[in-house]
């Protein structure tokens, strides 16, 4: 009996342990308009900025702790509650204190849809999904993509070189050239299909796009993702 116990624990929190890594995640922007040196803090992560606007990618705890410093002293502690799969916008001040601003759906049919602070990329027309419209960032350039080529190549998990990737495409498009070398890296078959297909509508020159699917490892992944393009463009 106390073996059948241990048993049905284990595979409890096999299954908890499951449930947790494929309930989504969620994204967290803040902004604060004051002038001063801040540093915002969630739970063990945290970013800095100049312009006054913090970004949290891929946040897992729905329910994590926000801790704003300024100068190096706390100024706001708050536990928030994050929608799973969506991107919560907030604002702090030291005169108003802490504000909700908006929830926004982070896919559209499937696909990443928002930029880089409050607005979607995909044109507003049902069914459209051409990719970003002209109000979104500009392309990476060279310099910029050298870095970040160098800041992938360092990984040493597939996992984390594919987090780096779509966080940079999320804050600047690219050139089709650019997605090749980003999924030439990447060594597993599975992983270049999913960089590939994520970072479609993020790419300039989508005329160009098909010509990621030469460097696929594996032959049957260059059909699938000429039949995702074709999908995009209907």
């Known amino acids: 009996m106390k073996k059948l116990f241990f048993l049905f624990i284990i ?8 449930a947790q890594n494929t309930r989504g995640t969620a994204e967290l922007f803040i902004e604060i308009p004051d002038r001063g040196n801040y540093v915002v803090y969630l739970d063990d992560e945290f970013a800095g900025s100049s312009k006054g606007r913090f970004r949290f990618y891929e946040v897992r705890n729905s329910s994590p702790t926000v801790v704003v410093m300024k100068d190096n002293a706390e100024v706001f502690r708050r536990r928030i509650n994050l929608p799973i799969n ?4 907030a604002r702090y001040s030291t005169r108003a204190g802490w504000r909700n601003i908006s929830t926004l759906n982070l896919y559209d049919r499937g696909q990443y849809a928002l930029d880089n602070w409050d607005r979607a990329i995909f ?7 051409q990719g970003p419209t ?11 993509f050298k ?3 160098s800041m992938v190549n360092r990984e040493t998990w597939a ?11 999320k804050n600047s498009m690219m050139t089709t050239d650019q997605v090749y070398e980003l999924v030439r890296v990447l060594k597993l078959g599975g992983d270049q299909l999913e960089l590939a297909k ?6 300039a020159d989508k005329k160009n796009a098909m010509k990621i699917a030469n460097v696929f490892r594996f032959s049957l992944d260059k059909p699938t993702f000429f039949d995702f393009i074709a999908k995009q463009n209907n």
Not at 134 to 144: G, R, S, Y
Not at 159 to 169: G, N, P, T, V, Y
Not at 198 to 203: H, K, L, R, V
């Open 11 to 18: 595979l409890l929190q096999g299954t908890v342990s499951f």
């Open 123 to 129: 044109n507003d027309r049902p069914g459209s999904g």
């Open 134 to 144: 002209k109000n979104f960032n500009e392309v990476m350039t060279p310099d910029e």
């Open 159 to 169: 996992d984390e070189q594919l987090k780096l990737i779509k966080i940079a495409l």
């Open 198 to 203: 994520y970072a479609y509508p993020f790419i």
């Open 86 to 89: 969506a991107r919560f916008l």
């Open 147 to 149: 870095q970040l080529l």
